[in-house]
């Protein structure tokens, strides 16, 4: 049983930061992939930004320069600092893993339960 567990979510000012963090925990052997996807209402789940294992990232365009992933492979966690947030910024942020276990030596595909974050003055 692997949990994805977020926080850090909240309510800021354009312009503002925040930070969130997401931790893995359960019969893990090791993770590869940890990512941070975002939905606002009305519109598709997308790719915030992406970290492998070794630490090669990846970015959407449009928060390129403003939001940073980093991962603490010792904690099993992945943060992802928001900073120069803007109201189009606002979405349910979610947690996304690819983690091996036992029973998934490739690698399953884990969701957290998302956490909100509203860009709003």
């Known amino acids: 049983q692997v949990q994805l567990v977020e926080s850090g979510g909240g309510l800021v000012q354009p312009g503002g930061s925040l930070r969130l963090s997401c931790a893995a925990s359960g019969s893990i052997l090791s993770i590869y992939t940890m990512g941070w996807y975002r939905q606002a209402p009305g519109k598709q789940r997308e790719l915030v930004a992406s970290i492998r294992s070794a630490g090669r990232t990846n970015y959407a365009d449009s928060v390129k320069g403003r939001f940073t992933i980093s991962r603490d492979n010792a904690k099993n966690t992945t943060y992802l600092q928001m900073n120069s947030l803007k109201p189009e910024d606002t979405a349910v942020y979610y947690c996304?893993?690819?983690?091996?276990?036992?029973?998934?030596?490739?690698?399953?595909?884990?969701w957290g339960k998302g956490t909100q974050v509203t860009v709003s003055s």
């Open positions: 996304n893993a690819l983690i091996a276990t036992m029973t998934q030596l490739q690698g399953g595909n884990y």
